[in-house]
């Protein structure tokens, strides 16, 4: 009954373990040749193993999930963490590309551009550092001169705008986020009746700025 559990996890780690050395790039854009080397990957990796009986699924879903912690957890762990989920890799410093560290992440130049393109900024030399991420993410801290400018930077202090929480959702009272802002349902009911409304259900959502009592609400659209 569970000779099909160890060769199930051994494969479930090596597949593991190969995507983890296809590169931080397959990640980060999915090319076509990435997208079938990860799907065929999965296939060859899966195909052998013959799931029969419920019990065997269920055991099988127990073993992959508790191997998942497992993993989870060693990544905590000082000594393999870097190995499990890896370390940023700079691929721009002071405005200049690093083509050892591209082609160590097998990173190619133009993937670079373009992600730098999608991220609103095409001026290599307006940036500071450029890090692929562990999970494929390419983070981009431009120079403090090409920064957007803030109103910190100007000097301006901005009032408090406060979080929207939904207080009604397709004519639901949402009672979890009613209580994080001190309110309940009668205190709803009563600022929908300032507004005509005696009832939550034409009202397709709702919401409050956390710091502001004032109801915003959108209703169902009209029938075609």
């Given at each position: 009954?569970?000779n099909?559990?160890?060769?199930l996890?051994l494969?479930?780690?090596?597949y593991?373990?190969?995507?983890?050395?296809?590169?931080?790039?397959?990640?980060?854009?999915?090319t076509?040749h990435?997208?079938?080397?990860?799907?065929?990957l999965?296939?060859?990796a899966?195909?052998?193993?013959q799931?029969?009986?419920?019990l065997q699924?269920?055991?099988?879903?127990?073993?992959i999930?508790?191997?998942?912690?497992?993993?989870?957890?060693?990544?905590?762990?000082?000594?393999?963490?870097?190995?499990?989920?890896?370390?940023?890799?700079v691929?721009?410093?002071?405005?200049?590309?690093?083509?050892?560290?591209?082609?160590?992440?097998?990173f190619?130049l133009?993937?670079?551009?373009?992600?730098?393109r999608?991220?609103?900024?095409?001026?290599?030399?307006?940036?500071?550092?450029a890090?692929?991420?562990?999970?494929?993410d390419?983070?981009?801290?431009?120079?403090r001169?090409?920064a957007?400018l803030?109103?910190?930077?100007?000097?301006?202090?901005?009032?408090?705008q406060?979080?929207?929480?939904?207080?009604?959702?397709?004519g639901k009272?949402q009672h979890?986020?009613?209580?994080?802002?001190?309110?309940?349902?009668?205190?709803l009911l009563?600022?929908?009746?300032?507004?005509?409304?005696t009832?939550?259900?034409?009202?397709?959502?709702?919401?409050?700025?956390?710091?502001?009592?004032?109801?915003?609400?959108?209703?169902?659209?009209?029938?075609?």
């Open positions: 009954m569970l099909f559990l160890p060769p996890l494969i479930f780690v090596l593991i373990l190969v995507v983890r050395l296809l590169g931080k790039s397959a990640l980060a854009q999915l076509p990435d997208f079938a080397a990860l799907f065929f999965a296939y060859v899966f195909q052998p193993i799931i029969d009986t419920y699924s269920f055991i099988g879903i127990i073993g999930g508790l191997t998942h912690y497992a993993l989870s957890r060693m990544s905590l762990m000082d000594g393999i963490k870097h190995f499990i989920i890896g370390q940023p890799t691929l721009v410093r002071h405005g200049v590309i690093l083509p050892e560290n591209l082609k160590k992440s097998r190619s133009v993937e670079l551009l373009s992600v730098l999608t991220s609103g900024h095409p001026r290599v030399k307006e940036i500071e550092y890090f692929l991420e562990p999970n494929g390419v983070s981009v801290i431009p120079k001169e090409s957007p803030t109103p910190a930077d100007m000097g301006m202090e901005l009032p408090y406060g979080i929207p929480l939904s207080v009604i959702v397709e009272v979890r986020n009613l209580s994080l802002i001190e309110k309940d349902e009668t205190w009563e600022q929908l009746k300032k507004q005509n409304y009832s939550t259900l034409p009202i397709f959502f709702a919401y409050v700025l956390d710091g502001d009592d004032t109801i915003h609400i959108s209703e169902y659209p009209p029938p075609n």
